[in-house]
């Protein structure tokens, strides 16, 4: 079974650094890119980014450039997105999920991780 | 363009058909893939391709494209269709961006 599991919830406060996980499993982790998905509280899916384990290639949303880094290590499977001072404002749901590019499609997500930036 | 527009809600009454639909210029290139969100859950794609549904997914749910516009539709909806409906495909940059519409909130009456 192909699947995503992403690390638990995070509360920081602003200004602090955090970086969460996507662990891929039940298929070729260099195979395919894995994508990030930002749901702010209450609001739509927004595209943030999108990383190829096999080689790094690393593509992302303008909205997302310079805010965010990802990056994957493949020996375990692993996917990242990272932030170095993080805001309230990125308090959201973020979901990686694997991206099939040639069919232009996200299949499967992983089950979000919740991170909550508050004073 | 980078954009995908949704109707914001939709409403069905139960067993009828409902159509959702997404325009946007990128669906001139691509096609649009379709995810659907219950509350509290990750998104789950339904509809990819030009009309392809991933495994375990009803035969009750179809696309379609037209020019700029993508279609959702579900034939004899069910209460547990309730959800939210996202479209997204890659976007007409020629990058490797891809964009996600706004979301459709659809009730089954």
């Known amino acids: 079974e192909v699947q995503l599991v992403q690390s638990g919830a995070e509360v920081k406060k602003p200004g602090e650094s955090l970086k969460i996980s996507c662990k891929g499993s039940g298929y070729s982790f260099t195979s395919y890119w894995i994508g990030w998905v930002r749901q702010m509280p209450g609001k739509g899916l927004e595209w943030m980014g999108i990383i190829y384990p096999g080689d790094s290639d690393t593509r992302y949303s303008p909205s997302f450039q310079g805010q965010v880094t990802i990056s994957a290590d493949k020996s375990i499977s692993t996917a990242y997105l990272q932030w170095s001072s993080l805001k309230a404002s990125d308090t959201a749901m973020y979901y990686c999920?694997?991206?099939?590019?040639?069919?232009?499609?996200?299949?499967?997500w992983g089950q979000g991780t919740l991170v909550t930036v508050s004073s | 363009s980078s954009e995908l527009t949704q109707d914001p809600a939709v409403s069905v009454a139960l067993g009828q058909t409902v159509r959702i639909t997404c325009q946007g210029d990128s669906l001139r290139s691509y096609y649009a893939s379709w995810y659907q969100q219950k509350p509290g859950q990750a998104p789950v794609l339904v509809i990819y391709g030009k009309n392809n549904r991933p495994s375990g997914i009803p035969d009750r749910f179809s696309g379609s494209s037209s020019g700029n516009t993508a279609s959702l539709t579900i034939t004899g909806a069910q209460a547990e269709d309730e959800a939210d409906y996202y479209c997204?495909?890659?976007?007409?940059?020629?990058?490797?961006?891809?964009?996600f519409g706004g979301g459709t909130k659809l009730t089954v009456l």
């Open positions: 997204n495909s890659r976007d007409s940059s020629g990058n490797l961006n891809w964009v």
């Open positions: 999920a694997r991206a099939i590019a040639a069919a232009g499609v996200f299949d499967p």
